[in-house]
């Protein structure tokens, strides 16, 4: 078991932070730099990835909100809530393990920059 959630580990690390896909890189670049920059001592680290997989979340919605052309006939407000139900849909068919995935992923990366700050901070 243990194996099987750091491959998801990996692989999420590598579908995020590692792909050629750079407006998501810097909208999980953004949200992990956002979150270790508001953060003040590591007993932080859980509510800041939370809020890092949040600003995330919400990146990759408005980028493909203003992404994608309108339809015919289709209203803002009316795409936007469309954009909101499919980004929900997807959000409620990834499985726990992959939600696992991504928090344990943005943690690391939260904690090696908060490590950074720290230590450049002493001197």
Do not use: C
């Not at 050629?20 to 810097?26: H, I």
């Amino acid at each position: 078991m243990l194996s099987q959630i750091l491959a998801d580990v990996k692989g999420t690390i590598q579908a995020t932070f590692l792909t050629g896909d750079w407006v998501g890189l810097v909208i999980a670049f953004g949200a992990v730099l956002i979150a270790s920059l508001l953060m003040r001592r590591g007993g932080q680290v859980g509510s800041m990835t939370l809020l890092a997989l949040v600003l995330f979340a919400l990146g990759g919605v408005l980028r493909n909100f203003f992404k994608a052309a309108p339809a015919e006939g289709q209203t803002q407000s009316g795409r936007a809530a469309s954009q909101i139900s499919h980004s929900w849909d997807q959000f409620m068919g990834l499985p726990a393990s992959q939600l696992l995935a991504y928090f344990i992923a943005f943690m690391i990366f939260i904690l090696i920059l908060f490590g950074l700050r720290s230590v450049f901070n002493r001197g």
